[in-house]
């Protein structure tokens, strides 16, 4: 049965997913264990969408399929830790002056499907609060999104305030999004550009060293 | 009869010729080619800037029509960059028409040649903008700060799932009961509003009567004043821009998207859109399809003659990142096309900005007449775009944004020149940046100009 459900998820079918994630509790299984196959599920769509045979409608919807069956697990689980290995800490935010989050909401998903350890700033994201955040977490990457132009200075200004506080060496930058391009990255002095949501992830374990 | 056009200039409209009826849609364009041609409106100061006026825009009509023009014809991608140039910025236009007049006029005497040039077509006015409380758009001081250089837009799900049906069932009524009191400020009163098949008569007053409605129409009145003399600033700048021989490209065609996008963007929103793509994909289709035959009922057909005919249409989510080939030959194409067809078969010159990249959808959308369509390139790979559509349409774009505002000029043209040789050949080409930039050299603009006028002669 796992396999099969694991497929079903992948394939989003949700009507069957439902149907037998409320069999799978009612049988009385290990939510841990249902949980584990969603992530699995979850892995295949994010192989999927990183091998163009799933783009943005299916990750969306695969997104919310999750989320109903982890509202369905969730109030049988006996308080145990889910402690889930994680491949590296990555920071993610779109920079001060843009408000769009579609790109980076795409990168949040395929990074945290790879194992990932995802801090998720949202949009707008002032400078100092990517300071403070790679501070806090130590994270070793941080991925910078904006969709228009005015976000190259708002790029720039976010790694000159990184070096200001000290820590642009032990933090490696990419930059993606709308009208980014390797020119931008450049003009921002960041490490890299990523062109999708994939690279974000072969940029995140390259920097990391994860295989 | 007048009308708005795209740069809100009023437009003096006029009538078309007794055998319409019978023209075919080429002979109606050519009409259309003609108005804008001889634009009875415009005061040319010289017989020299109307000479220059007329040979701009027959660069652009024979580039559309696929034909050798004298050289490439451009779009700058200027957008509001007079205002940084001039150290003002985007929140400053928005409140002082005066200052926005004077910059536009002393950018246009001070950069030269252009082939088409606009007033700030897109900066509304501020005290409107304030007073309409939108929460589909933020703009620089209202929600984003002071200083950012664009308006925004901003996705939701502000229609459910399931209004689908009652959308269909009267869109006017929906739209200004359900939606403008869910997305804008000023209209949360509108709620209150008899259903408007029942606005007829005393019922108007009656409706009046609530103190909410009374004081959403009272502002509106207040405002009207206001977008006077926002319009008056406009239309002075346009009209300026004109009599000085600067053609617009946008003049009076109607506005108007994909029945994909209306849905996807600010009714559903990317989610809910995502949604109803696997859940009830039947009703998107009704739903897209009702709005295609709504716009071209009530917009499209039977067009009056305006100042031009090219019609301006922002496409978002149909680009090869949003969606499969599949799904967008199933969702978002066939009403797309539909648009097409009709404003071409009304002699109108649909010219779709296709945000992103195209790359895969090249094939797909070769399906419409040839020189029917008119394709403006944001980052979509113009070589190949020259091979797969070359015989189907002008195509149009697309210096990166980030080469307009971080290269050096030698590099702009050196951009510009490889552009030229992979897509002039031929004719059907106008040189174009990806998206308009805010800041920068002024030098790269005048570096795409140079660019056209060293590599883009078509030798006779």
Known sequence: MPESYVNLLADLKEDEVLKLTKKRIDSGEDPMKILEDSRKGMEIVGKRFADGEYFLPELVFSGELLKQVTAMVKPHMSGKATQVKKAGKVVIGTVAGDIHDIGLNIVDFMLDVNGFDVTNLGVDVPADKFVKAMKDTKAPVLGLSGFLTPAFDAMKETVEALEKAGIRKNVKIMIGGGQMDDEVRKYAKADAFGKDAMAAVSLAKKWIGVN | ?460
Request: glycine share 6%.
């Open chain 2, 1 to 460: 009869m007048t009308m708005r056009g795209f740069d809100n200039q009023v437009i003096p409209v006029l009538d078309k010729p007794e055998n319409w009826a019978e023209m075919t849609w080429r002979e109606r364009r050519e009409e259309r080619f003609k108005r804008w041609l001889n634009p009875p409106e415009v005061k040319f100061v010289s017989p020299a800037a109307k000479r220059l006026f007329k040979e701009r825009v027959t660069r652009f009509t024979r580039a559309i029509k696929m034909e050798e023009p004298d050289r490439v014809p451009v779009m700058l991608p200027t957008g509001n960059y007079p205002a940084y140039w001039a150290g003002a910025d985007f929140h400053t236009l928005m409140y002082d028409y005066v200052t926005m007049r004077r910059i536009w006029i002393k950018y246009l005497e001070e950069f030269g040649d252009m082939d088409t040039f606009n007033g700030p077509a897109l900066v509304p006015s501020g005290r409107i903008a304030e007073a309409l409380d939108s929460r589909l758009q933020k703009l620089p001081g209202l929600g984003l700060p002071q200083d950012a250089t664009m308006n925004q837009f901003v996705e939701g799900e502000y229609m459910a799932a399931d209004e689908y049906d009652r959308l269909i069932a009267d869109p006017s009524d929906y739209h200004i009961r359900v939606m403008s009191p869910r997305t804008t400020g000023l209209f949360e009163s509108f709620a209150k509003l008899p259903p408007l098949r029942m606005l007829q008569g005393a019922f108007w007053v009656a409706a009046l009567a609530d103190p909410d409605l009374r004081q959403t129409f009272q502002i509106l009145m207040d405002l009207a004043d206001e977008h006077r003399r926002h319009q008056q600033a406009n239309m002075e700048i346009n009209a300026y821009i004109r009599s000085r021989g600067f053609p617009s490209l946008f003049g009076g065609g109607p506005m108007a998207g994909a029945p994909f996008d209306h849905f996807a963007d600010t009714l559903r929103g990317t989610r809910g859109i995502a949604m109803d793509m696997f859940r009830q994909p039947r009703k998107l289709h009704e739903a897209m399809e009702f709005w295609a035959d709504l716009m071209i009922s009530s917009t499209i057909k039977n067009f009056p003659m305006t100042a031009g005919p090219v019609c301006m249409m922002p496409l978002h989510k149909g680009d090869d990142t949003f969606m499969s080939d599949k799904q967008f030959e199933e969702f978002y194409w066939p009403t797309l096309r539909k648009i097409f067809m009709a404003m071409i078969e009304e002699g109108l010159v649909p010219m779709p900005f296709a945000e992103g990249k195209y790359n895969n959808r090249l094939k797909q959308i070769a399906d419409t007449p040839k020189s029917g369509v008119v394709w403006y390139f944001d980052q979509t790979d113009m070589a190949a775009a020259k091979k797969i559509l070359g015989n189907t349409s002008c195509i149009v774009g697309n210096v990166p944004t980030s080469v307009v505002k971080t290269a050096t000029p030698r590099q702009v043209r050196e951009y510009c020149r490889k552009l030229i040789a992979d897509c002039a050949p031929g004719g059907g080409y106008i040189l174009a940046g990806g998206a308009s930039i805010d800041k920068g050299k002024i030098e790269n603009l005048r570096a795409m100009m140079d660019a056209a006028k060293e590599y883009g002669v078509y030798k006779k």
